[in-house]
């Protein structure tokens, strides 16, 4: 198995001079959230990551092939978010067998990477990812205020967000409310 690597606090390298921003929704995909996020992703020509649930990609299969047609990335949050430093091995490497089919079976690929559920993920759990593993770097925390305004005030606080990975949850109305005015606000910062 791929040696997995733990990035919490840095994107990937850019590859260009330009700044850039991770924007990373959980939890989904939800018919009516992640659809209202994905029409601002594309008014906007921008694109985010949706680590989603391998019960709710079996569920509602057309909202995540139109996350990859629209050219967002598609990884893992595992089958049902369990906490999986409180499972046995075997119930998480069935959970990875589980979500990886119905990647395979709904968008013919593999998830990109994995966030595991609560970010918790030690280190023997680690050694049983078959993927890179994503945490984030700005928890907007969003599931909790459930406020687009609190939303915008726990990114806009950090100042320079270059190489941020941005953890949203994308199964609320305000997170998409909040998205809305994220998605300008970053492209006009650059
Ligand atoms: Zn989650």
């Not at 595992?78 to 119930?91: A, G, L, P, Q, R």
């Not at 049983?128 to 606080?157: C, F, G, H, Q």
């Not at 199964?171 to 606000?185: D, F, G, H």
Request: charged share 25%; net charge negative.
């Amino acid at each position: 198995l791929p040696e997995p690597v733990v990035e919490p606090t840095e994107a990937p390298a850019p590859t260009t001079n330009k700044k850039m921003v991770a924007l990373t929704y959980d939890d989904g995909p939800n018919p009516i959230h992640t659809n209202a996020i994905l029409d601002i992703l594309e008014k906007y020509d921008a694109r985010a990551t949706f680590f989603d649930l391998g019960s709710l990609v079996e569920k509602y299969p057309d909202v995540v092939k139109r996350e990859d047609a629209l050219g967002c990335e598609v990884a893992s949050h595992s089958w049902d978010h369990k906490n999986f430093n409180k499972i046995s091995d075997s119930e998480i490497l069935a959970d990875i067998k589980k979500t990886e089919a119905v990647f395979q079976n709904i968008l013919g690929q593999s998830p990109s990477g994995f966030r595991p559920p609560y970010g918790n993920c030690d280190d023997h759990v680690k050694t049983l990812i078959p993927m890179p593993i994503y945490l984030w770097s700005v928890d907007t925390l969003d599931w909790k205020s459930r406020n687009a305004d609190a939303i915008m005030n726990e990114v806009t606080k950090i100042g320079d967000l270059d190489g941020k990975v941005i953890l949203l949850h994308g199964i609320y109305s305000s997170t998409a409310e909040a998205t809305a005015r994220l998605v300008p606000y970053l492209q006009e910062a650059g």
